[in-house]
């Protein structure tokens, strides 16, 4: 099993509200990473937990805020974002070897629009 | 900073093989090269990697170049399924990817 699930599916939400992302696996794996996605560009990495720590902050804006609960959990906090935020967001996991081999498994992402 | 360069689109005929390229000039000798496709705003979904040795599996070929600059993924036999944008990716020390621009396939009946 490969999956990593990722909820809501679609959410909108105004420059005032706080919401959060979700994401899930069940594969045992280490790392996981927050991906965000505009319209016709590649993923661009902003986080990724390594052990439930986090390891790499992309200097992502603070508005955004990552928490890994435990190492099947991953949520993205979003707080007073601005309607440029509005993208894809994607979730992945990984075994959290750094120094081999390690495949990321993706979620389906969760579309943020925001008003 | 990408770390590969992708042409940005491709076309395949139905049944033909799809040879994708791609060049990463920059990579070290410990950095693996990857490949994901993405189908209209789903999560990107892995193919194959590899670090110098050509690999293949049940999805693709992948042939990298003894020099380690370029690579080429293989589809053997495309289907309207396989239209999606692709992504040749450089896996750098410590769980980062760092995605190239993709190249959009678009397999033709």
């Known amino acids: 099993d490969t999956e990593v699930t990722q909820t809501p599916k679609h959410l909108v939400m105004g420059m005032t509200n706080k919401k959060s992302l979700k994401c899930e696996q069940h594969?045992?794996?280490?790392?996981m990473y927050w991906y965000k996605q505009k319209a016709k560009k590649p993923p661009e990495l902003m986080f990724v937990?390594?052990?439930?720590?986090?390891?790499i902050n992309e200097s992502v804006p603070s508005r955004f805020s990552p928490e890994c609960p435990n190492s099947s959990l991953l949520n993205l906090h979003l707080h007073a974002l601005q309607p440029e935020d509005s993208a894809l967001y994607l979730c992945?996991?990984?075994?959290?070897?750094?120094?081999?081999?390690?495949?990321?498994?993706f979620g389906p992402g969760t579309r943020l629009t925001v008003l | 900073d990408a770390k590969t360069t992708q042409p940005p689109s491709m076309d395949c005929a139905e049944g033909r093989a799809a040879n994708l390229p791609c060049n990463h000039s920059t990579i070290s000798g410990n950095e693996y090269v990857y490949w994901y496709r993405q189908i209209h705003s789903q999560g990107p979904q892995y193919i194959i990697h590899g670090l110098k040795n050509n690999e293949t599996n049940e999805m693709a070929s992948l042939i990298i170049t003894e020099d380690r600059k370029s690579s080429t993924l293989i589809l053997p036999h495309a289907t309207l399924r396989d239209t999606a944008v692709y992504y040749c990716i450089v896996r750098v020390w410590g769980n980062q990817f760092y995605f190239g621009t993709g190249t959009s396939l678009t397999v033709i009946p």
């Open positions: 594969m045992g794996h280490r790392a």
């Open positions: 937990y390594s052990y439930e720590k986090l390891s």
């Open positions: 992945a996991s990984s075994q959290g070897h750094s120094t081999s081999t390690d495949t990321q498994y």
